[in-house]
Every structure is written in C-alpha cells, then in structure tokens.
C-alpha cells in the first residue's frame, strides 16, 4: 500500500475505552451470572455504550458484576462473545480496574480474531494498550504493539498499525528511556517516506521528550511546512494534524523561553479555533506566567472556563456526563487563580487555587500544588506553603518541565524552613 493512501485513508477508532456515565440498578447476586450472558446480546454502538455507561455509574453493583463474569470466564471463557466481553472490559476500564479490564480485553482479542474482524481488533488493541499505559506496564504495551504489527489483516488493519500503533510503540520506547532506538526508527521510517510529514511528527515527539527542544522546534515547523504542501490531503483532514503540531510547537516554545513564539502558535490556533477551551486558557496562562498581557490573561481563562462549563451542559443533556462529573477542570482553575496572583489578589487567587487543588487527579499536578503555595506565602501563612510544597514532592513527575519543577520546589522548601 503507498504511504500517500495511507495519508488520506485513516480514520482511527476512537470509542473502545470511552468512560460514560448513566443511571443502574445494581443486580440481585442470584441473577449475576443472567446479567452477564445477556450482555452478549447487546448490539449496535449507542446500545454498547448506553450499556456500558450503565454499569460504571454503579460501581458497586457493577463490581458484584464483573467478579461474577471472572469467575464465568476461568470456568468457560467460551460463554463469553465480543460485545459482552467489550462491555465488561470498557465499564472496568472506566472503574479503574485496569488489571481486570485487561482479562475481559484478552477476551476481547480472542473474539476478534475468530472472527477476523479488523475493527474489533483495533477497538481491543486501543483498551488493551490504555489500560496497560495507565499501570505503567509499559514493556508489557510495547510486546502488544510489537504482536500488532505482526498482524494480518485488510486495508483498514494496515492503516491503523502506521497511523496509530507505530506511534504507540514510538511512545513506549521513549517512556522506557530508549531513545536511541525510538529515534533510529522513526529515522528509518523519515528516510523512508521522503517528503512526507507523518513519520516527521514522531521523530518531533522524541527530540521534545528528549529534552533537544530547538531541534524538537524545527522539526515540527517542518512538519507544518510539509502539511502545507500534501497534496493528498484535503484541508479538513490536515487541519487537526496542523492544529496538534502548532500546539506541540507552542509548548516547547515555552520550555525555551520563547514566551512570543508560543504565544503565536497559540494566536494562529484561536484564530482557527476561537471557542476551543484550552488554546484560551493555554494562552492566557503562559502570558500571565511571564507578567504579560494581565487583564487580557484574565479574560481568555475565563472564557476558557465558561466554554468549558457550556460543553459539559450539552454532555449532560445527551445524558453522557453525571452531576459528580459535572465539575470546572482544574487546570483552568488553577490558570485563573495565577492570573490573580500576578494581579496581587491573592485571597482571590487562594479562592480559585483551593478549588483547583480539590480534584483528587489533575489537582494534584506539581505545578497547580506549587502555585498554591505561592499564594500561601504571599499571604504570611508559611505553615500552609510549607505542607503543600510538601505534597508537592509526593507527586508524580514524568516529564523533564516536572522534573524542573520538583528542583524549584525543593529550593523553595529549604528557604521557607530556614526562615
């Protein structure tokens, strides 16, 4: 297959591990093994999710469940057909339970493959690989990928393994510190498709990973140059890889201290895209990081925040979004509350930063912790700043601008002890 059809042909399936929300009624235990073997029944996509939103929205009853359909499976995995496998597979990865969705996933593979369908495969494929990427098996997901490629199947399958699980295994390299071989392969694979812009992108991944952020920047402004010349692709597909190369490129603009640079990445994006949340709060967030633009920051968070909000209403009329999901994301928040600290408003600022930091999750980022103990000092309360600078070293830092973050906040720990 020529790589220009490949360009042009993929479409990605995107729905395997959707996490969605609605109202259930938790099953008697005499009727569990019922329950399960009539999820087998269930056909059609929006009746797979429905059923699938069902059973997330009650943990408990849903937990019963699935240890129910364990125990069915190590007696006859047989009983088991893909959409109730899928089922069960998707409402445990959407519960967390990461080590049992990949049980019901291996069912999953088993139908898909019996079946010889490319679409099922790649559906699996996708939980399987997110699933093990959030247990951080991260050798395990590169075996998986490696036996993806190895596959055979039509036209589709083809597509998918070039588009997505090349990308996948890309990842997986550089997560494990192998970026040497992650970057002799996507050299290969530039060299390869000469001219083309796909396996460019991924060679601009590494480099950023690796932290060779000028090198990284170049790369992806000659991925957009050569989007700009494809022409295989229409302008509707190369807008989202355009719009995500811009975006990788603001960042490392940031890293770079190129706060201009960034900030005109972002500007092309909203120009394109003036409703998208996170380009407003993206932009308003790094002009008020480096004291630029204030009042001008303060307007973009908050119609980030307002957009944001305006979304999940429309989630929540479609009934795929539950009240306790119903919540401001925390990066906003935290976008907002340092806009106010920059304003020296800081019991504004500690108003938003406290809401921030209440998401069990993505509050507890390093960099939203860090700024909340900034507020605190700002305020005389070195106790407060001194207990979550301390929380701010429990947390996970993956990345080299965390690691960064955790010398920062290291520094900031000793002087306020001292004093």
């Known amino acids: 297959m020529s790589l220009a059809r490949i360009h042009a042909g993929v479409r ?5 591990v959707a996490a969605l929300v609605l109202t259930a009624a938790a099953p008697a235990a005499d009727d569990l093994p019922q ?11 929006e009746q797979i999710d429905a059923a699938v ?8 009853g849903t937990e019963k469940l699935l240890k129910a359909a364990e125990d069915m499976a190590k007696t006859n995995s047989k009983e088991f057909k893909y959409n109730g496998a899928s089922i069960l597979a998707r409402a445990a990865h959407g519960l967390k339970k990461y080590d049992l969705a990949l049980r019901f996933y291996k069912l999953c593979r088993e139908r898909a493959t019996e079946l010889k369908s490319s679409t ?29 490629l190895e596959a055979e199947g039509d036209e589709k399958l083809e597509s998918f393994k070039v588009l997505y699980v090349i990308e996948q295994l890309v990842e997986l390299k550089t997560r ?5 071989d992650a970057l002799a392969m996507v050299n290969r694979l530039v060299e390869k498709d000469e001219g083309g812009w796909l396996f460019l992108r991924l060679k601009a991944k590494v480099l950023q990973q690796d932290g060779k952020l000028a090198e990284a920047a170049a790369t992806w402004q000659d991925v957009i140059e050569r989007l700009g010349k494809a022409p295989q692709l229409t302008a509707e597909q190369r807008q989202p890889f355009e719009d995500r190369a811009r975006y990788s490129l603001s960042s490392i603009y940031v890293d770079l201290g190129q706060i201009d640079k960034a900030a005109e990445q972002l500007q092309a994006l909203l120009k394109k895209h003036p409703e998208n949340p996170t380009y407003n709060n993206d932009l308003g967030y790094i002009w008020a990081d480096h004291d630029k633009n204030l009042d001008e920051s303060e307007k973009l968070i908050r119609k980030a925040i307002d957009l944001d909000r305006k979304e999940r209403e429309e989630l929540k009329a479609k009934g795929e979004l539950t009240k306790e999901e119903d919540t401001d994301k925390a990066a906003y928040l935290d976008s907002l509350g340092w806009v106010m600290y920059k304003k020296k408003n800081f019991p504004e600022a500690k108003k938003w930063m406290l809401l921030a930091v209440k998401d069990p999750e993505e509050g507890q980022h390093i960099e939203i912790l860090d700024h909340l103990g900034d507020v ?4 005389g309360e070195k ?8 929380k701010c070293l429990e947390a996970d830092t993956n990345t080299k601008r965390e690691m960064k973050k955790r010398d920062e906040v290291e520094k900031k720990l000793k002087d306020a002890e001292k004093k």
């Open 376 to 379: 605190h000092l700002a305020m």
């Open 120 to 148: 099922k495969l790649m559906e699996t494929h996708e939980g399987e690989v997110s699933a093990l990427f959030a247990l951080k098996k991260y050798e395990e997901a590169e075996k998986l990928c490696q036996e993806m």
């Open 383 to 390: 106790k407060e700043a001194i207990a979550v600078w301390k």
């Open 12 to 16: 990605l399936a995107a729905a395997a």
């Open 176 to 180: 494990q510190g192998k970026i040497a």
């Open 35 to 45: 329950k399960v073997r009539q999820l087998n029944a269930v056909n059609g996509s």
């Open 53 to 60: 939103r069902d059973l997330i929205k009650d943990p408990a």
